[in-house]
């Protein structure tokens, strides 16, 4: 009935806001409600934001702010709408130190008139305590807490655990990835579908701040560009970024008709025989004997290019 999500590295904010806005985009359950975010920016100070209704998108209507957004240190919860206030209580955290989140109800005691396990968390944490270790170790003493943790810290450590009864439910999902620099955890449960939700939403975070089709110009393909199975590889553009050829196919691109991609994803892109970029998107080709009769079933269309040096013109143009 919750998701919980952690993420350290430079852009944490805008990553983390990325994953929720996906998992409320594919998931079923109980999403949309509210969500209680706090960050830590650079200098350590802690920030916060929270809303009891509509999700990631009622949360910052319009750009998120940048000391949300470029934060590297981050954590979110959220569920449906109308939990009690404050929602503070869902993301525990301490300036300079850490954010605390999780899934199902980190914010309850462990025992009656305890403490939340989500405050003493982040208290073990604030003691000097090695994040993992304070969440394994507090989770093992209290096996029945309806209670998964995720503590960010600001020195960037990511870590994350679940209690026993929480770890034997048929409906939670569980992920810890690193990538573009980025260190994530995600945990939810009672949210569909189990299987696949968090890598997802990881995937998302990663793809808010490193996208993999991220382009610096684009070239033009056009029908009638002549394809060769020369041994010299890669897609021949002229000064005006309109591609004269593609070289390095092999034979079957001569035969009366094949398709495929002519201009694959990872094709050097030259320019007077000089390397000035990489191809980040292709398109499905028809050829007859070595000459290209449409792409994407159109005559011409644009690719995106990645510049194998500094890019200094504008995108979507080849200067």
Known sequence: MTV????AGPGAGRAALAALRMVERVGRGMLGGFVSLAALDAQGRLHRAETGRGGAVALFPGAIPDHIAQAPCVALMSSGPDRLPPLSQF???AAGVACITGHRLPNMSAVPGGEAVNAQALMGIMQGGKPQHVLERLLAEHPQADAGLIAVTAAGEVAMANSALVAARTDAGALTIQAAGLKIAILHNAIFPVQGLAAIAAGAAIDSLAPADAHDFEI???AGVRLTASARGGVEIDSDGRVTGIGGLHAGWLAPVWQGAA???GAPVLRDGRAVGTLVSEAYC????????SCDGLASVRLRVRATEPFSGHKGECS
Not at 287 to 293: P, S
Request: proline residues 5%; without cysteine.
């Open 263 to 265: 201009a694959m994803r």
């Open 91 to 93: 993301t525990p955290a």
């Open 286 to 293: 028809i050829a007859h004997h070595g000459v290209l009769q």
């Open 220 to 222: 033009s393909l056009t």
């Open 4 to 7: 919980g999500i952690g993420i």
